[in-house]
């Protein structure tokens, strides 16, 4: 059955997307995680060729890019397609995580010097891109206290810090860095954005952090990042000065989007796989390993928790594009975790299924549990987005949380100064 949310504009590139994604790349997946990757990447680019000569490439960007326009609803049913392919898809349609959020942050803020030299190339496939703003010492979850600083010193940034779970930063060329520009502000406007071009002197990758063993390279890397007496040009500077924060939420509202349509994705891999599994594993003479009551319940689970979960999902996106994302945040926070744990729950019954056979890297699904666990603490942690919905549910009802937590916070300084 046909979802409400398809529109004739994205029913054929649909079609067309999942044509590439099944004859194209998923056969690539056999034996992917004995590969180096960088055995693969010249396949790819060549795909990535073959998709460009579909005119398919740039599905993710606006007219006005030279892309085809899609709204945050339409684009996020192409990424759940993609999700089928999970190591490759979202990478040879050139709209891989953190570079689609990066070139939908330049698009709209950037100045016209910075959408030349850096947002062009990036929308091409040319180069690739990095984020770089959680520290080790802070919680993520808190991205007003960071300790990275850009001193201005006349038409130059000089940018001090240390940044982890800077992803893809291995092979990318310039890295979107968010660092306190103005320590003596509001909280919420310490912060700026500010490119910083991976071959600049002082910056520096100190390693490619292990997740779960997988050290990671390319755009599957989560690198620490140290940055030393980096200069750069005040004219890398992404909107004005104390916009870091703002920028922050704007990308990763619909950032959250295309998370959870490519979790819903790969769930949907996840699924195959165990039906394909349950269908044809014998596990007694004439027994198919489906046929067991607690295998069906598994099957059962898992249609209503994807099909529950592209509902919610796409229902916010058609809200973010009509009514703005500002408007539906407590949204986009329910989405977050509610998607991330039912894929993962998905994804674990795919893989008890499988037996042994789950936790190896003759399936995909070892490696797609490695690379996607991450799934409840990326773009802030699933704790955190549940309190911030239910003080802004309880808001409604008369209890102003934050309120009373300012207002004690007030009380406990003018206690410590005396004046009360």
């Keep these: 059955m046909e979802s409400i949310f398809i529109t004739d504009r994205v029913r054929p590139l649909l079609a067309q997307v999942r044509n590439i994604v099944e004859t194209e790349l998923i056969p690539l997946e056999d034996g992917f995680s004995h590969h180096r990757l960088d055995e693969l990447i010249p396949i790819l680019n060549q795909k ?67 959408k030349e030299q850096y947002l062009k190339p990036l929308m091409d496939g040319d180069i690739r891109s990095c984020f770089s703003m959680t520290e080790p010492e802070f919680a ?3 991205p007003t206290r960071m300790a990275t600083v850009a001193v201005r010193d006349g038409d130059e940034y ?10 893809s930063a291995d092979g990318a060329a310039f890295a979107v860095a968010m660092v306190v520009t103005n320590p003596e502000a509001a909280p919420h406007q310490r912060a700026s954005m500010i490119i910083v071009p991976t071959d600049t002197p002082g910056f520096r990758i100190e390693r490619n952090i292990p997740v779960f063993g997988d050290v990671g390279q390319e755009w599957f890397s989560h690198a620490e990042v140290t940055y030393t007496d980096c200069r ?6 992404i909107g004005a000065e104390g916009m870091g924060f703002r920028l922050a939420q704007e990308r990763l509202g619909p950032g959250r989007v295309h998370h959870c349509m490519r979790w819903i994705g790969n769930a949907e891999k996840a699924l195959d796989l165990l039906c394909k599994r349950a269908a044809s594993r014998e596990i007694e003479d004439g027994v198919m390993l489906g046929e067991k009551q607690f295998i069906q319940d598994f099957i059962a689970e898992s249609r209503a928790d994807i099909d529950a979960s592209r509902l919610y ?43 042994a056979l789950g936790v190896t890297d003759d399936t995909v699904l070892a490696a797609m549990y490695r690379h996607e ?6 773009d802030g942690a699933d704790e955190v987005h549940k309190q911030n919905l239910a003080i802004s549910i309880l ?14 916070q007030e009380f406990r300084r003018l206690m410590a100064a005396g004046q009360l």
């Design 48 to 114: 990535r060729q073959q998709v460009k000569d579909a005119g398919l490439w740039g599905l993710h960007l606006p007219k006005d890019a030279n892309g085809h326009g899609l709204s945050l609803c339409e684009f996020g049913q192409i990424s759940e397609q993609l999700a089928y392919a999970p190591f490759f898809g979202h990478y040879v349609f050139g709209c891989q995580a953190p570079d689609i959020g990066n070139i939908e942050l330049l698009h709209k803020f950037a100045s016209p010097e910075i």
């Design 140 to 142: 993520g979850s808190n």
């Design 158 to 167: 000089i940018i001090n810090g240390r940044k982890w779970f800077t992803s």
């Design 232 to 237: 750069v040009p005040v004219s890398n500077l």
């Design 313 to 355: 999902v796409l229902n916010t996106a058609y809200l973010i594009d009509t009514v703005g994302v500002a408007n539906v945040r407590e949204a986009v926070s329910a989405i977050k975790f509610f998607v991330a744990n039912a894929f993962l729950r998905v994804l674990d019954r795919a893989i008890q299924v499988h037996g």
């Design 373 to 378: 666990r991450g799934a409840r603490i990326w």
């Design 395 to 408: 808001k409604k009802y008369g209890l102003d949380i934050k309120k009373k937590a300012r207002e004690l």
